[in-house]
């Protein structure tokens, strides 16, 4: 997968290149939480576990608190994703209890790419902002959208050539562009937003590569959590959750009111 098809999608400037604290104001005050994409779930931290170390399905040992599972510092999970790191992020336990991968497409090299299929299930998708999507021409994968969490597939693309202007591309394709909702994850806790969201609270173009990690097993079974805590310290990338997204975009849309009224 070409690494000059994913700069097509995310070298780009206009009023999303940088967080509009006020635009997100305005979406805050129309938030409506989809029921039918967070399947009726709230979305908590994980239950307190107890014990010194536990053990994921592929049978690694890891170290944990003695009172509760514990996710990366969030302000170190955003400079190393800021630097153009990976970042693993776990969704709730009660929803697809699933850990993705996601790196900012502007920050994406052939080497780490080759990296990236290798360690997932490979289905490597790209979330990006609706209006992005329209000006790429790239209309909904099907019209009736039937999949269990609402994750909105446009159709798939290649890049025709290169150079070439953003709008050229082979359709079907090899990557899987993404829909992500207005509002992101206030609106709908899932991974596609949070790739975009990931990008906004970093200042980097709202362009996020995704895939979901799976274990290094005969099965290539799906990683939970504590497959994702073994693969993490593994690798040494930082691990948070869509909660912890959700915070620091409820903190920031919090800060960007106050300052508001401050001004008034």
Not at 98 to 122: H, N, Q, R, Y
């Amino acid at each position: 997968m070409s690494p000059a098809l994913i700069s097509a999608f995310a070298n780009y400037n206009n009023s999303h290149s940088t967080l509009n604290a006020s635009a997100m104001l305005k979406q805050e005050q129309h938030l409506v939480v989809d029921t039918a994409s967070s399947n009726g779930h709230t979305f908590p931290v994980p239950e307190p576990t107890t014990g010194t170390t536990t053990t994921g399905t592929t049978g690694a040992v890891i170290e944990k608190s003695t009172s509760t599972f514990k996710f990366d510092d969030m302000d170190e999970a955003l400079a190393a994703f800021r630097a153009g790191e990976f970042l693993l992020v776990m969704d709730d336990e009660g929803r697809e209890n699933e850990g993705d991968l996601i790196i900012a497409a502007s920050c994406i090299t052939p080497e780490k790419m080759a990296w990236f299929i290798k360690v997932t299930s490979g289905f490597v998708c790209i979330a990006l902002p609706g209006d992005r999507l329209e000006e790429l021409q790239l209309p909904m994968m099907v019209a009736n959208n039937t999949e269990h969490y609402r994750t909105a597939y446009t159709i798939t693309v290649d890049y025709a050539h290169a150079p070439a202007p953003a709008s050229e591309f082979t359709r079907p394709g090899h990557l899987v562009p993404l829909r992500a909702r207005d509002g992101g994850v206030l609106t709908r806790r899932g991974h596609t937003e949070s790739a975009v969201d990931l990008c906004l609270l970093t200042q980097l173009p709202p362009a996020g590569l995704l895939c979901e990690l799976v274990n290094d097993d005969a099965q290539g079974t799906m990683a939970r959590r504590d497959d994702c805590r073994v693969f993490s310290q593994k690798h040494g990338i930082k691990m948070i959750s869509v909660e912890m997204i959700v915070e620091a975009r409820r903190r920031l849309l919090e800060a960007a009111e106050q300052g508001g009224k401050e001004q008034s």
